[in-house]
Protein backbone atom coordinates (compact mmCIF):
# COMPACT_ATOMS: atom_id res chain seq x y z
CA UNK A 1 0.00 0.00 0.00
CA UNK A 2 1.36 3.49 -0.93
CA UNK A 3 0.80 6.40 0.93
CA UNK A 4 -1.19 7.91 -1.24
CA UNK A 5 -3.25 5.12 -2.19
CA UNK A 6 -6.14 5.15 0.99
CA UNK A 7 -6.96 8.89 -0.39
CA UNK A 8 -8.11 7.37 -4.16
CA UNK A 9 -6.22 10.44 -5.20
CA UNK A 10 -6.46 9.18 -8.99
CA UNK A 11 -10.54 9.79 -8.51
CA UNK A 12 -9.89 13.23 -8.33
CA UNK A 13 -8.30 13.76 -11.80
CA UNK A 14 -11.04 13.44 -14.71
CA UNK A 15 -8.41 11.95 -17.08
CA UNK A 16 -7.41 8.94 -15.39
CA UNK A 17 -11.31 8.36 -13.91
CA UNK A 18 -12.39 8.59 -17.28
CA UNK A 19 -9.67 6.81 -19.44
CA UNK A 20 -9.52 3.69 -18.42
CA UNK A 21 -7.45 2.80 -21.05
CA UNK A 22 -4.53 5.42 -19.82
CA UNK A 23 -1.69 4.97 -17.59
CA UNK A 24 0.19 8.08 -17.31
CA UNK A 25 3.68 8.52 -16.31
CA UNK A 26 4.42 11.51 -18.35
CA UNK A 27 3.83 14.06 -15.22
CA UNK A 28 7.26 15.32 -15.59
CA UNK A 29 6.52 16.66 -19.21
CA UNK A 30 2.78 18.24 -17.68
CA UNK A 31 0.66 16.87 -14.76
CA UNK A 32 -3.02 15.89 -15.59
CA UNK A 33 -5.52 17.81 -14.10
CA UNK A 34 -7.35 17.30 -10.81
CA UNK A 35 -10.75 18.40 -10.17
CA UNK A 36 -10.79 21.28 -7.95
CA UNK A 37 -8.18 22.96 -10.60
CA UNK A 38 -11.04 22.83 -13.08
CA UNK A 39 -13.79 23.78 -10.77
CA UNK A 40 -12.02 26.97 -9.60
CA UNK A 41 -11.33 28.27 -12.90
CA UNK A 42 -14.57 27.16 -14.07
CA UNK A 43 -16.28 29.42 -11.17
CA UNK A 44 -14.06 32.20 -12.34
CA UNK A 45 -15.80 31.90 -15.43
CA UNK A 46 -19.09 31.43 -14.87
CA UNK A 47 -19.70 33.60 -11.97
CA UNK A 48 -16.43 36.10 -11.67
CA UNK A 49 -15.71 36.92 -14.84
CA UNK A 50 -14.08 40.49 -15.15
CA UNK A 51 -10.09 42.04 -15.59
CA UNK A 52 -8.26 42.07 -13.12
CA UNK A 53 -6.84 44.98 -10.87
CA UNK A 54 -8.76 48.11 -12.93
CA UNK A 55 -12.00 47.80 -12.40
CA UNK A 56 -14.04 49.08 -9.08
CA UNK A 57 -17.24 47.06 -9.94
CA UNK A 58 -18.28 44.06 -7.41
CA UNK A 59 -17.31 41.43 -10.07
CA UNK A 60 -13.91 43.08 -10.69
CA UNK A 61 -13.30 42.84 -7.53
CA UNK A 62 -14.51 39.65 -6.98
CA UNK A 63 -11.37 38.57 -9.84
CA UNK A 64 -9.26 40.44 -8.19
CA UNK A 65 -9.25 39.00 -4.66
CA UNK A 66 -9.50 35.29 -6.43
CA UNK A 67 -6.69 36.05 -8.50
CA UNK A 68 -4.54 38.08 -5.37
CA UNK A 69 -5.64 35.43 -3.06
CA UNK A 70 -4.13 32.55 -5.28
CA UNK A 71 -0.60 34.83 -5.18
CA UNK A 72 -0.85 35.11 -1.72
CA UNK A 73 -1.53 31.26 -1.10
CA UNK A 74 0.90 30.30 -3.54
CA UNK A 75 3.45 32.42 -1.85
CA UNK A 76 2.62 31.62 1.58
CA UNK A 77 3.02 28.03 0.64
CA UNK A 78 6.27 28.26 0.04
CA UNK A 79 7.39 30.40 2.52
CA UNK A 80 8.13 32.59 0.33
CA UNK A 81 6.69 37.07 -0.16
CA UNK A 82 3.77 38.00 -2.32
CA UNK A 83 5.19 40.82 -3.46
CA UNK A 84 8.24 39.07 -4.96
CA UNK A 85 5.75 36.53 -6.39
CA UNK A 86 5.72 37.31 -9.60
CA UNK A 87 3.17 35.71 -12.46
CA UNK A 88 4.54 34.83 -15.71
CA UNK A 89 3.79 32.67 -18.56
CA UNK A 90 5.74 29.69 -17.53
CA UNK A 91 9.08 28.94 -16.36
CA UNK A 92 10.74 29.51 -19.40
CA UNK A 93 9.71 32.80 -19.63
CA UNK A 94 10.62 33.39 -15.57
CA UNK A 95 14.44 32.68 -16.24
CA UNK A 96 14.57 34.79 -19.41
CA UNK A 97 13.16 37.77 -17.28
CA UNK A 98 15.94 37.35 -14.98
CA UNK A 99 18.40 36.63 -17.64
CA UNK A 100 16.90 39.82 -19.75
CA UNK A 101 15.67 42.26 -16.96
CA UNK A 102 18.24 41.37 -14.37
CA UNK A 103 21.26 40.01 -16.78
CA UNK A 104 21.65 42.69 -19.07
CA UNK A 105 21.64 45.35 -16.11
CA UNK A 106 24.21 43.23 -13.89
CA UNK A 107 27.00 41.13 -16.53
CA UNK A 108 28.88 42.00 -18.43
CA UNK A 109 32.02 41.61 -20.47
CA UNK A 110 34.68 39.21 -18.85
CA UNK A 111 32.28 38.59 -16.08
CA UNK A 112 31.11 34.72 -15.27
CA UNK A 113 27.51 33.14 -16.14
CA UNK A 114 27.50 29.32 -14.35
CA UNK A 115 25.03 26.61 -15.26
CA UNK A 116 25.30 22.66 -14.96
CA UNK A 117 25.08 19.82 -17.22
CA UNK A 118 21.73 18.86 -16.13
CA UNK A 119 20.01 21.88 -17.18
CA UNK A 120 16.89 22.33 -19.02
CA UNK A 121 16.97 24.18 -22.27
CA UNK A 122 14.96 26.85 -20.11
CA UNK A 123 17.47 27.46 -17.80
CA UNK A 124 20.68 27.26 -20.39
CA UNK A 125 19.72 29.00 -23.12
CA UNK A 126 18.63 32.01 -21.71
CA UNK A 127 22.19 32.24 -19.60
CA UNK A 128 23.57 31.24 -23.24
CA UNK A 129 22.41 34.25 -24.93
CA UNK A 130 23.15 36.58 -22.21
CA UNK A 131 26.70 35.37 -22.31
CA UNK A 132 27.47 35.88 -26.45
CA UNK A 133 25.46 39.64 -25.81
CA UNK A 134 27.00 41.05 -23.50
CA UNK A 135 30.42 39.25 -23.63
CA UNK A 136 30.43 37.29 -20.10
CA UNK A 137 31.92 33.56 -20.17
CA UNK A 138 29.62 30.34 -20.04
CA UNK A 139 30.67 28.02 -17.31
CA UNK A 140 29.58 24.60 -16.98
CA UNK A 141 30.09 22.84 -14.02
CA UNK A 142 30.06 18.80 -15.19
CA UNK A 143 28.02 15.67 -13.76
CA UNK A 144 29.42 12.32 -12.46
CA UNK A 145 28.46 8.95 -14.06
CA UNK A 146 25.36 9.00 -11.67
CA UNK A 147 24.51 13.02 -13.14
CA UNK A 148 25.20 14.03 -9.97
CA UNK A 149 26.85 17.78 -9.81
CA UNK A 150 30.67 18.07 -9.34
CA UNK A 151 30.36 20.51 -6.32
CA UNK A 152 34.31 20.65 -6.62
CA UNK A 153 34.16 21.80 -10.15
CA UNK A 154 31.38 24.48 -9.27
CA UNK A 155 34.17 26.32 -6.30
CA UNK A 156 36.88 26.03 -8.76
CA UNK A 157 34.72 28.24 -11.08
CA UNK A 158 33.68 30.46 -8.39
CA UNK A 159 37.21 30.22 -6.70
CA UNK A 160 38.76 31.87 -10.17
CA UNK A 161 36.15 35.13 -9.53
CA UNK A 162 33.91 37.13 -11.77
CA UNK A 163 31.10 34.60 -11.40
CA UNK A 164 27.75 36.86 -11.24
CA UNK A 165 25.41 34.57 -11.58
CA UNK A 166 24.76 30.79 -10.74
CA UNK A 167 21.95 28.97 -12.16
CA UNK A 168 21.05 25.50 -11.36
CA UNK A 169 17.69 23.21 -11.46
CA UNK A 170 16.02 21.86 -8.17
CA UNK A 171 15.73 18.50 -9.50
CA UNK A 172 16.94 17.11 -13.21
CA UNK A 173 13.75 16.54 -15.72
CA UNK A 174 16.10 14.27 -17.68
CA UNK A 175 17.90 12.44 -14.97
CA UNK A 176 15.71 12.85 -12.12
CA UNK A 177 19.02 14.34 -9.44
CA UNK A 178 18.09 16.43 -6.85
CA UNK A 179 20.73 19.00 -6.39
CA UNK A 180 21.04 20.42 -2.96
CA UNK A 181 20.00 23.67 -3.75
CA UNK A 182 20.05 25.20 -0.49
CA UNK A 183 24.00 24.45 -0.59
CA UNK A 184 24.66 25.52 -3.81
CA UNK A 185 22.71 29.25 -2.99
CA UNK A 186 25.85 29.59 0.02
CA UNK A 187 28.63 28.74 -2.03
CA UNK A 188 27.36 31.19 -5.14
CA UNK A 189 26.50 34.07 -2.09
CA UNK A 190 30.03 33.46 -0.47
CA UNK A 191 31.19 33.98 -4.42
CA UNK A 192 29.48 37.24 -4.78
CA UNK A 193 26.98 36.09 -6.99
CA UNK A 194 23.19 35.52 -7.20
CA UNK A 195 21.60 32.41 -7.33
CA UNK A 196 18.80 31.48 -9.70
CA UNK A 197 17.26 27.83 -9.46
CA UNK A 198 14.84 26.32 -11.78
CA UNK A 199 12.01 24.92 -9.29
CA UNK A 200 10.01 23.24 -12.40
CA UNK A 201 10.77 19.47 -11.40
CA UNK A 202 10.56 20.51 -7.80
CA UNK A 203 7.66 22.44 -6.61
CA UNK A 204 5.02 19.05 -7.74
CA UNK A 205 7.11 16.76 -5.68
CA UNK A 206 9.04 18.22 -2.51
CA UNK A 207 8.69 20.09 0.19
CA UNK A 208 10.31 24.14 -0.86
CA UNK A 209 10.60 26.23 1.42
CA UNK A 210 11.65 29.60 -0.33
CA UNK A 211 13.57 31.09 2.81
CA UNK A 212 15.49 28.63 3.87
CA UNK A 213 17.08 27.69 -0.08
CA UNK A 214 17.31 31.46 0.00
CA UNK A 215 18.03 31.89 -3.83
CA UNK A 216 17.65 35.39 -5.25
CA UNK A 217 15.30 34.17 -7.91
CA UNK A 218 13.14 30.54 -7.45
CA UNK A 219 11.10 29.91 -10.95
CA UNK A 220 8.43 27.59 -11.57
CA UNK A 221 6.26 26.47 -13.74
CA UNK A 222 1.93 25.90 -13.00
CA UNK A 223 1.31 22.93 -15.37
CA UNK A 224 3.53 20.49 -13.91
CA UNK A 225 2.61 21.35 -10.50
CA UNK A 226 -1.52 20.16 -11.76
CA UNK A 227 -1.81 23.78 -12.68
CA UNK A 228 -3.19 25.04 -15.86
CA UNK A 229 -0.92 25.57 -18.81
CA UNK A 230 0.11 29.22 -19.87
CA UNK A 231 1.36 30.44 -15.89
CA UNK A 232 4.38 30.13 -14.43
CA UNK A 233 6.08 31.41 -11.58
CA UNK A 234 9.07 33.63 -10.46
CA UNK A 235 10.13 34.68 -6.80
CA UNK A 236 12.44 37.27 -6.77
CA UNK A 237 14.32 38.94 -3.81
CA UNK A 238 12.37 42.09 -3.06
CA UNK A 239 15.69 44.36 -3.02
CA UNK A 240 16.80 42.88 -6.46
CA UNK A 241 13.02 43.22 -8.11
CA UNK A 242 13.08 46.90 -6.96
CA UNK A 243 16.52 47.72 -8.59
CA UNK A 244 15.57 45.72 -11.67
CA UNK A 245 14.57 47.47 -15.06
CA UNK A 246 11.27 46.11 -16.23
CA UNK A 247 11.08 42.95 -18.84
CA UNK A 248 8.39 44.12 -21.11
CA UNK A 249 6.18 47.56 -21.22
CA UNK A 250 2.50 47.95 -21.24
CA UNK A 251 -0.35 48.56 -18.98
CA UNK A 252 -0.55 47.70 -15.41
CA UNK A 253 3.40 47.47 -15.27
CA UNK A 254 3.96 51.25 -14.37
CA UNK A 255 2.82 54.13 -12.00
CA UNK A 256 2.48 56.44 -14.18
CA UNK A 257 3.63 57.34 -17.98
CA UNK A 258 4.01 61.26 -19.25
CA UNK A 259 5.59 62.41 -22.59
CA UNK A 260 8.59 61.87 -21.54
CA UNK A 261 8.54 60.23 -18.32
CA UNK A 262 7.21 56.83 -17.19
CA UNK A 263 7.61 55.71 -13.85
CA UNK A 264 7.19 51.91 -13.40
CA UNK A 265 5.22 49.90 -10.65
CA UNK A 266 5.80 48.48 -7.58
CA UNK A 267 6.85 44.47 -7.79
CA UNK A 268 5.26 42.24 -9.14
CA UNK A 269 3.00 44.75 -11.00
CA UNK A 270 6.28 46.14 -12.52
CA UNK A 271 7.25 42.73 -14.53
CA UNK A 272 3.37 41.43 -15.02
CA UNK A 273 2.39 44.28 -17.92
CA UNK A 274 -0.83 43.55 -19.84
CA UNK A 275 -3.64 42.07 -18.88
CA UNK A 276 -3.15 38.85 -16.50
CA UNK A 277 -3.51 35.19 -16.96
CA UNK A 278 -6.55 35.61 -14.90
CA UNK A 279 -7.87 32.00 -14.98
CA UNK A 280 -4.50 30.70 -15.06
CA UNK A 281 -3.59 32.41 -11.78
CA UNK A 282 -6.51 31.39 -9.79
CA UNK A 283 -6.31 27.57 -11.27
CA UNK A 284 -3.17 27.54 -10.02
CA UNK A 285 -3.87 28.54 -6.27
CA UNK A 286 -6.43 25.59 -6.66
CA UNK A 287 -3.40 23.45 -7.52
CA UNK A 288 -1.57 25.25 -4.54
CA UNK A 289 -4.52 23.95 -2.14
CA UNK A 290 -4.38 20.64 -3.66
CA UNK A 291 -1.12 20.10 -3.19
CA UNK A 292 -1.15 21.37 0.24
CA UNK A 293 -4.13 19.46 1.53
CA UNK A 294 -2.41 16.56 0.58
CA UNK A 295 0.50 17.42 1.76
CA UNK A 296 4.10 17.26 0.52
CA UNK A 297 5.95 15.46 3.05
CA UNK A 298 3.23 12.71 2.15
CA UNK A 299 3.71 13.76 -1.94
CA UNK A 300 7.43 13.20 -1.24
CA UNK A 301 7.18 9.87 0.70
CA UNK A 302 4.68 8.40 -1.68
CA UNK A 303 6.64 9.09 -5.11
CA UNK A 304 9.58 7.71 -3.33
CA UNK A 305 8.00 4.76 -2.80
CA UNK A 306 6.77 4.52 -6.32
CA UNK A 307 10.28 5.37 -7.95
CA UNK A 308 12.01 2.77 -5.61
CA UNK A 309 9.49 0.50 -7.20
CA UNK A 310 10.00 1.18 -10.52
CA UNK A 311 14.24 1.37 -9.95
CA UNK A 312 13.86 -2.14 -8.74
CA UNK A 313 11.84 -3.77 -11.33
CA UNK A 314 13.90 -2.07 -14.18
CA UNK A 315 16.97 -3.44 -13.68
CA UNK A 316 15.17 -7.00 -14.16
CA UNK A 317 15.28 -6.18 -17.65
CA UNK A 318 18.11 -6.95 -19.76
CA UNK A 319 19.95 -4.05 -21.73
CA UNK A 320 18.25 -1.64 -20.04
CA UNK A 321 20.04 1.00 -18.37
CA UNK A 322 19.00 3.97 -16.11
CA UNK A 323 20.31 7.12 -16.16
CA UNK A 324 20.74 9.23 -13.25
CA UNK A 325 20.92 8.48 -9.12
CA UNK A 326 20.42 5.00 -8.47
CA UNK A 327 18.62 5.09 -4.95
CA UNK A 328 15.58 6.73 -4.63
CA UNK A 329 16.82 9.09 -2.19
CA UNK A 330 18.84 11.05 -4.28
CA UNK A 331 16.36 11.43 -6.79
CA UNK A 332 12.79 12.56 -8.08
CA UNK A 333 10.23 10.90 -8.93
CA UNK A 334 11.14 10.11 -13.14
CA UNK A 335 13.37 7.28 -14.06
CA UNK A 336 14.74 7.82 -17.63
CA UNK A 337 16.61 4.94 -20.06
CA UNK A 338 17.96 3.31 -22.35
CA UNK A 339 17.52 -0.36 -23.70
CA UNK A 340 20.22 -1.70 -25.81
CA UNK A 341 17.94 -3.05 -28.92
CA UNK A 342 15.26 -0.55 -29.28
CA UNK A 343 15.41 3.32 -29.86
CA UNK A 344 13.49 5.44 -27.55
CA UNK A 345 10.74 6.42 -29.47
CA UNK A 346 10.16 3.00 -30.48
CA UNK A 347 9.58 1.97 -27.05
CA UNK A 348 7.49 4.77 -26.30
CA UNK A 349 5.11 3.75 -29.74
CA UNK A 350 5.06 0.26 -28.32
CA UNK A 351 3.85 1.74 -25.07
CA UNK A 352 1.78 3.99 -26.18
CA UNK A 353 -0.18 1.76 -28.00
CA UNK A 354 -0.59 -0.51 -24.50
CA UNK A 355 -2.13 2.59 -22.94
CA UNK A 356 1.57 3.67 -21.25
CA UNK A 357 2.23 7.23 -21.63
CA UNK A 358 5.66 8.17 -21.67
CA UNK A 359 8.08 10.53 -22.59
CA UNK A 360 10.69 9.89 -25.30
CA UNK A 361 13.36 12.53 -26.67
CA UNK A 362 16.22 14.24 -25.51
CA UNK A 363 14.22 16.16 -22.68
CA UNK A 364 15.19 19.59 -23.83
CA UNK A 365 18.69 18.56 -21.85
CA UNK A 366 21.10 17.86 -24.82
CA UNK A 367 24.17 18.74 -23.30
CA UNK A 368 22.83 15.97 -20.64
CA UNK A 369 22.20 13.47 -23.77
CA UNK A 370 26.06 14.46 -25.27
CA UNK A 371 27.37 13.95 -21.46
CA UNK A 372 26.02 10.29 -21.78
CA UNK A 373 26.39 9.37 -25.56
CA UNK A 374 22.99 9.25 -26.71
CA UNK A 375 20.03 11.01 -28.37
CA UNK A 376 17.40 10.37 -26.36
CA UNK A 377 16.10 7.94 -23.31
CA UNK A 378 12.71 6.87 -22.75
CA UNK A 379 11.32 8.83 -19.47
CA UNK A 380 8.82 7.77 -16.78
CA UNK A 381 7.49 9.87 -14.49
CA UNK A 382 5.31 9.67 -10.70
CA UNK A 383 2.51 11.77 -9.88
CA UNK A 384 0.31 11.78 -7.14
CA UNK A 385 -1.68 9.29 -8.70
CA UNK A 386 0.91 6.71 -9.55
CA UNK A 387 0.41 3.39 -8.19
CA UNK A 388 2.42 0.31 -8.37
CA UNK A 389 0.12 -1.23 -10.66
CA UNK A 390 1.55 1.67 -13.57
CA UNK A 391 4.97 0.19 -12.70
CA UNK A 392 4.34 -3.05 -13.41
CA UNK A 393 2.52 -2.00 -17.21
CA UNK A 394 5.71 0.32 -17.49
CA UNK A 395 7.93 -3.08 -17.20
CA UNK A 396 5.17 -5.73 -18.80
CA UNK A 397 5.67 -2.99 -21.92
CA UNK A 398 9.52 -3.06 -21.74
CA UNK A 399 9.06 -6.71 -21.70
CA UNK A 400 7.17 -6.54 -24.73
CA UNK A 401 9.71 -4.15 -26.69
CA UNK A 402 12.54 -6.53 -25.69
CA UNK A 403 10.30 -9.34 -27.36
CA UNK A 404 9.35 -7.42 -30.59
CA UNK A 405 13.26 -6.39 -31.12
CA UNK A 406 14.69 -9.89 -30.31
C1 LIG B 1 13.48 21.33 -15.19
C2 LIG B 1 12.62 22.12 -16.13
N1 LIG B 1 12.82 23.43 -16.25
C3 LIG B 1 12.07 24.18 -17.05
C4 LIG B 1 11.07 23.64 -17.81
C5 LIG B 1 10.28 24.52 -18.72
O1 LIG B 1 8.95 24.61 -18.34
P1 LIG B 1 7.98 25.47 -19.25
O2 LIG B 1 8.07 24.88 -20.63
O3 LIG B 1 6.64 25.30 -18.65
O4 LIG B 1 8.48 26.86 -19.22
C6 LIG B 1 10.84 22.26 -17.75
C7 LIG B 1 9.82 21.63 -18.62
O5 LIG B 1 10.02 20.56 -19.15
C8 LIG B 1 11.63 21.49 -16.87
O6 LIG B 1 11.42 20.17 -16.75
Known sequence: MTVLADTAV?????????REDVVYLDSA??????????????????????????????????????????????????????????????????????AYSWGRANVGPGDRVVVTELEHHSNFVPWFVLCKEVG?????????????????????????????????????NAAGTINPVADIVRRAHAAGAIAVIDGSQ????????????????????????????????LHGRCELLDAMPPFIGGGHMIASVALDEVRWAEPPGKFEAGTSAVAEGIGLGAAVDFLRELGMASVRAHEHDITAYALERLVEIPGLQIMGPR???????????????????????????????????????QPLMKRFGVGATSRASFAVHSTRADVDALVDGVHEVRRIFA
Request: glycine share 8%.
Open 10 to 18: AARFPVLAE
Open 202 to 233: AVPQLPVDLAEIDADFYAWTGHKAYGPTGIGI
Open 327 to 365: DADRRGALVAFTLDIAHPHDIAEILGSRGVCIRAGHHCA
Open 136 to 172: ATLEVVPVDDEATLDLDALDRVLAAGGAKVVAVGHVS
Open 29 to 98: ATSQTPRPVLDAMDDYYARHRATVHRSVYPLAAEATELFEGARERTAAWLNGDARGTIFTKNATEAINLV
